[in-house]
C-alpha cells in the first residue's frame, strides 16, 4: 500500500468527487432544474453568464424550449428564478469537468512515473471510457427534454444515475485492489450471497431512477400499504396497456417494483449477515457486514419516510444520499469476502 499511496488517494478522490456529483444531480432534479441549459458547449458553458445581457440572452433562449412553454411560462416565471435552475445544471455540468480533469492529469503523470502497475492501467483506461460514456449519458438524458416533452426520459435518467453509480463502485473496487494487495481465499458461500444482493442493489437503484423521472414518489403515499387496505394499488394494472409497461412506465407500477425490490434487498442482506456468524472473519470483513446491516435499515427507513412525506428535497436527497453509502458497503463487504 505504501508505494501506492498517491494513486490510492487519486482514486478516492475521485470517488469522494463523483459522490459530490451524484448529489448534486439528486438536488439538481429535485428542484427541476436539468433543462435549464439548453446548449452544451464545452468551452464556453465553463462559466454561467457574467453580465445581464448575457443572462437575459440565455434566458430567452431557454424561453423557446417546451419546459418554459408548457410549465414555466403560468407559473410568472422571472429571470431570478432561471437563474436559481440554471446554477444548478451549470454546478453539475462544472463538477464532471473536474472530474475529467482531476482523472486525466494525474493518470498520465502516473504513467509517466511508472506508478502503476499494468493491471491497475487497464482497470484504469476503463474508468477513462466509463467517464466519458457517462457525459454522453448526461447529453442523452437532457436532449429528451428538449423536444416535446418538458421532461426527461425516466430511462435515461436511471441511464445515468445507475452508471454514476456504477462507475463509483469500479473506482473503489480499483482503490481496493490496491489497499488490500495480500490475496486470500475467498469465503464462496457468503460471496455468492453479497453477488445477488448486490445485483438487486443495483435493480433497485436502476428502479429508484425510474420513480425519480416519473415522480411516482408523489402517489401512494402511505406504507406499507399503497392505498388504505390495499397492498397493491388497482392503478398497478390500468395506467398502461400491458403489464411489463405498466411495471415500467406506470408511476404506480414502478412504485410498487421499487417498494418490493427494498424488501429483497434488506432480506439478502439480513440472511448475509446472519450466515456470516458460521465463519471465521477478518476484522475488516466484521466490519463491512456490519455497516452492510445498519445502513441497509437506514436506507429503507429513510425510504419510507421520504414516501410518507411526499418527497420533500432534503428527505429525498438524504435518500439518495445514503444509497450511495450502501453502495459503498456493499463494494467494500464483497471486496473484502472475495479477495
Not at 456529483?21 to 428542484?31: A, H
Not at 502503476?116 to 467517464?131: E, R, Y
Not at 485492489?177 to 495480500?182: H, K, V
Request: overall charge positive.
Amino acid at each position: 500500500m505504501k508505494n501506492n499511496k498517491s494513486v490510492i488517494i487519486w482514486l478516492l478522490s475521485g470517488c469522494f468527487l463523483v459522490f459530490v456529483m451524484v448529489v448534486v444531480g439528486g438536488i439538481t432534479r429535485l428542484t427541476n432544474s436539468g433543462l435549464s441549459m439548453t446548449d452544451w458547449h464545452l468551452v464556453t458553458d465553463t462559466f454561467p453568464p457574467l453580465t445581464e445581457a448575457k443572462w437575459q440572452e440565455a434566458f430567452e433562449r431557454y424561453k423557446q424550449f417546451p419546459e418554459y412553454q408548457k410549465i414555466n411560462i403560468h407559473n410568472d416565471f422571472t429571470l431570478s428564478d432561471y437563474k436559481f435552475i440554471y446554477f444548478w445544471e451549470w454546478f453539475h455540468r462544472f463538477i464532471g469537468r473536474i472530474i475529467g480533469l482531476v482523472f486525466i492529469i494525474p493518470f498520465f503523470y502516473f504513467l509517466i512515473k511508472k506508478k502503476i502497475d499494468k493491471a491497475t492501467i487497464n482497470k484504469c483506461f476503463v474508468l477513462l471510457g466509463m467517464g466519458a460514456l457517462q457525459g454522453f449519458f448526461g447529453w442523452f438524458m437532457v436532449k429528451s427534454g428538449l423536444v416535446d416533452n418538458p421532461d426527461v426520459s425516466h430511462f435515461r435518467l436511471s441511464l445515468h444515475l445507475t452508471f454514476a453509480f456504477l462507475t463509483f463502485a469500479y473506482t473503489l473496487w480499483v482503490a481496493l485492489d490496491l489497499i488490500y494487495p495480500d490475496k486470500k481465499e475467498a469465503i464462496v458461500p457468503l460471496q455468492k450471497i453479497a453477488r445477488y444482493a448486490l445485483l438487486f442493489l443495483l435493480l433497485q437503484i436502476i428502479y429508484g431512477g425510474f420513480v425519480a423521472g416519473l415522480n411516482a414518489g408523489l402517489i401512494h403515499n402511505h406504507w406499507p400499504m399503497m392505498s388504505d387496505g390495499q397492498f397493491i394499488h388497482d392503478s398497478v394494472f390500468i395506467e398502461q396497456k400491458t403489464l411489463l409497461l405498466n411495471l415500467t412506465e406506470g408511476k404506480s407500477g414502478v412504485q410498487l417494483v421499487h417498494r418490493t425490490l427494498a424488501y429483497f434487498v434488506v432480506g439478502l442482506i439480513v440472511f448475509l449477515y446472519f450466515k456470516s456468524k458460521k465463519y471465521n472473519l477478518s476484522a475488516q470483513q466484521k466490519n463491512g457486514l456490519n455497516a452492510l446491516l445498519f445502513i441497509v435499515f437506514l436506507q429503507f427507513t429513510l425510504g419510507v419516510l421520504t414516501l410518507l412525506y411526499s418527497v420533500p428535497l432534503w428527505l429525498g436527497l438524504t435518500h439518495q444520499i445514503v444509497a450511495f453509502f450502501l453502495l459503498t458497503a456493499m463494494t467494500y463487504t464483497l471486496h473484502r469476502l472475495s479477495k
